[in-house]
């Protein structure tokens, strides 16, 4: 085997991929002897990147090799992983499928992974998510393909129907261990804090069971000692959510008033949602339809132009770093790892380590199929992800997931036919589009709104 393994990222300008992933590469005693290969469209954006990572390097005096290209395919050759990490402006695609869906009743507050805004970034990313598989099982055919592309659970589905001889599973940083199993044992109580490392003795006496579709999580199952700490857990949420109303609430959509939104899916499922700022999106309780009013309150739609300003600040920000306008010492004191290589970490050096992936059940959900795709603890090495043995999914609960991954089935078969009577029927399915007339009116505005950046055979009237 080789010392290090070679690492291709697509979509190195990443908002939130790409400077983690330069730590964890240079820091890394498993990875600092491999190859880290940045892929972005844009020239400036790939030399920005190139540059902060020389920097680092240099600074940790690591052996990393580091190329870069703007065309994936010169760098793919004889890759170990390949990670997804690329968006095409993406607030801009968000902010347009959040306004022409709330034109017609359907309110998203993230609009990238359920609702029709998670349909239409599936059709938009999916075909080339299934080029680059292409690539990779010409250039690099035993690497492993890491989807790190929202909706990831969508896009990995489409991976595992329509390119299934290409190794790949999909990943979310939501439930990022260890920082989820510290973050859980200060809420409940056990400890005084979220800091690293957990203590051995604690973490061995800790059970969490988290299961569901991405962004649609659950913690069905948290222990301490074999003592139940659901109880500490809603406490927490309960107070969480009082302080939600002490000062003025959030004006961002994802944010804002999210305990208050868990404390109303706790009372109805017995069980916490883990990603709440998508979760409140999932579920129909919160779009304000009916007559009885809303609690907390009806979600606000997803504040595109915001995103815009924030990645535009974030990336300033990552320009300093490269060019040597901010401090090196900073960028390695405030670091860690990303999820993508934590993962690739452990796989190829061995080590043994549990994370939550994305990827086929096989049993480990016994009341859902095999083929299901769930985010679920996962033991892996360089064979893959194994998910672990967990509770069923409870009534309610395994309802809702099964709609979520129809219709994360439906949009993928869409993405790949351009079939728009299967477009339709996943829209319809979607459990916050609650009208047929709507359902349609959405599908043709979109895809007349989006038409530059699909697939022509969308609009081939001998598709339908």
């Given at each position: 085997?080789?010392?290090?393994?070679?690492?291709?990222?697509?979509?190195?300008?990443?908002?939130?991929?790409?400077?983690?992933?330069?730590?964890?590469?240079?820091?890394?005693?498993?990875?600092?002897?491999?190859?880290?290969?940045?892929?972005?469209?844009?020239?400036?954006?790939?030399?920005?990147?190139?540059?902060?990572?020389?920097?680092?390097?240099?600074?940790?005096?690591?052996?990393?090799?580091?190329?870069?290209?703007?065309?994936?395919?010169?760098?793919?050759?004889?890759?170990?992983?390949?990670?997804?990490?690329?968006?095409?402006?993406?607030?801009?695609?968000?902010?347009?499928?959040?306004?022409?869906?709330?034109?017609?009743?359907?309110?998203?507050?993230?609009?990238?992974?359920?609702?029709?805004?998670?349909?239409?970034?599936?059709?938009?990313?999916?075909?080339?998510?299934?080029?680059?598989?292409?690539?990779?099982?010409?250039?690099?055919?035993?690497?492993?393909?890491?989807?790190?592309?929202?909706?990831?659970?969508?896009?990995?589905?489409?991976?595992?129907?329509?390119?299934?001889?290409?190794?790949?599973?999909?990943?979310?940083?939501?439930?990022?261990?260890?920082?989820?199993?510290?973050?859980?044992?200060?809420?409940?109580?056990?400890?005084?804090?979220?800091?690293l490392p957990i203590d051995p003795e604690i973490d061995k006496k800790f059970e969490l069971q988290?299961?569901?579709?991405?962004?649609?999580?659950?913690?069905?199952?948290?222990?301490?000692?074999?003592?139940?700490?659901?109880?500490?857990?809603?406490?927490?949420?309960?107070?969480?959510?009082?302080?939600?109303?002490?000062?003025?609430?959030?004006?961002?959509?994802?944010?804002?008033?999210?305990?208050?939104?868990?404390?109303?899916?706790?009372?109805?499922?017995?069980?916490?949602?883990?990603?709440?700022?998508?979760?409140?999106?999932?579920?129909?309780?919160?779009?304000?339809?009916?007559?009885?009013?809303?609690?907390?309150?009806?979600?606000?739609?997803?504040?595109?132009?915001?995103?815009?300003?924030?990645?535009?600040?974030?990336?300033?920000?990552?320009?300093?770093?490269?060019?040597?306008?901010?401090?090196?010492?900073?960028?390695?004191?405030?670091?860690?790892?990303?999820?993508?290589?934590?993962?690739?970490?452990?796989?190829?050096?061995?080590?043994?380590?549990?994370?939550?992936?994305?990827?086929?059940?096989?049993?480990?959900?016994?009341?859902?199929?095999?083929?299901?795709?769930?985010?679920?603890?996962?033991?892996?090495?360089?064979?893959?992800?194994?998910?672990?043995?967990?509770?069923?999914?409870?009534?309610?609960?395994?309802?809702?997931?099964?709609?979520?991954?129809?219709?994360?089935?439906?949009?993928?078969?869409?993405?790949?036919?351009?079939?728009?009577?299967?477009?339709?029927?996943?829209?319809?399915?979607?459990?916050?589009?609650?009208?047929?007339?709507?359902?349609?009116?959405?599908?043709?505005?979109?895809?007349?709104?989006?038409?530059?950046?699909?697939?022509?055979?969308?609009?081939?009237?001998?598709?339908?």
């Amino acid at each position: 085997m080789k010392q290090g393994p070679k690492v291709v990222v697509i979509g190195a300008g990443s908002y939130f991929f790409g400077k983690p992933v330069i730590y964890n590469m240079v820091n890394s005693p498993v990875l600092r002897n491999g190859t880290l290969a940045l892929v972005d469209l844009r020239e400036d954006v790939l030399s920005t990147m190139l540059k902060l990572a020389e920097r680092a390097k240099k600074h940790v005096s690591a052996p990393l090799q580091i190329i870069g290209s703007t065309d994936r395919r010169e760098v793919m050759k004889d890759a170990d992983f390949v990670v997804l990490s690329f968006s095409f402006r993406n607030a801009y695609y968000r902010e347009l499928d959040t306004r022409i869906s709330k034109k017609y009743g359907t309110t998203m507050c993230s609009s990238d992974t359920i609702g029709p805004g998670g349909i239409f970034r599936a059709l938009r990313e999916l075909p080339e998510i299934l080029r680059i598989a292409d690539d990779v099982r010409e250039l690099c055919p035993r690497a492993w393909l890491i989807n790190f592309v929202n909706p990831t659970a969508t896009l990995g589905i489409g991976l595992m129907r329509y390119a299934p001889d290409v190794k790949s599973f999909a990943l979310c940083d939501g439930n990022h261990s260890p920082y989820v199993r510290a973050y859980f044992l200060q809420q409940t109580g056990v400890t005084d804090s979220d800091a690293l490392p957990i203590d051995p003795e604690i973490d061995k006496k800790f059970e969490l069971q988290i299961a569901g579709v991405n962004h649609c999580t659950w913690v069905l199952k948290i222990a301490y000692d074999k003592r139940d700490l659901m109880p500490n857990l809603y406490d927490f949420v309960k107070k969480s959510a009082a302080v939600e109303y002490e000062t003025r609430p959030l004006e961002k959509a994802k944010p804002r008033l999210n305990m208050n939104y868990a404390l109303e899916l706790m009372d109805l499922y017995g069980a916490f949602p883990t990603a709440i700022s998508h979760t409140k999106e999932y579920v129909p309780f919160f779009q304000g339809y009916g007559v009885t009013p809303t609690t907390p309150e009806p979600i606000t739609c997803f504040d595109g132009y915001n995103r815009a300003d924030e990645m535009r600040d974030a990336w300033l920000e990552t320009e300093k770093l490269a060019n040597g306008e901010s401090s090196i010492e900073e960028f390695f004191r405030n670091g860690r790892g990303d999820h993508a290589t934590d993962i690739i970490e452990s796989m190829w050096g061995g080590l043994g380590k549990r994370f939550y992936i994305n990827t086929a059940n096989r049993g480990a959900v016994p009341n859902l199929p095999d083929d299901a795709f769930l985010e679920l603890s996962c033991d892996l090495d360089m064979n893959g992800p194994r998910p672990r043995p967990c509770l069923k999914m409870p009534r309610g609960l395994f309802g809702l997931t099964c709609q979520v991954l129809d219709t994360h089935e439906l949009t993928a078969e869409a993405a790949v036919t351009c079939d728009r009577n299967i477009l339709y029927r996943a829209l319809a399915t979607d459990p916050i589009v609650n009208n047929l007339g709507d359902a349609k009116n959405i599908m043709n505005e979109l895809l007349a709104a989006e038409k530059a950046h699909l697939p022509e055979k969308w609009f081939d009237p001998s598709v339908r």
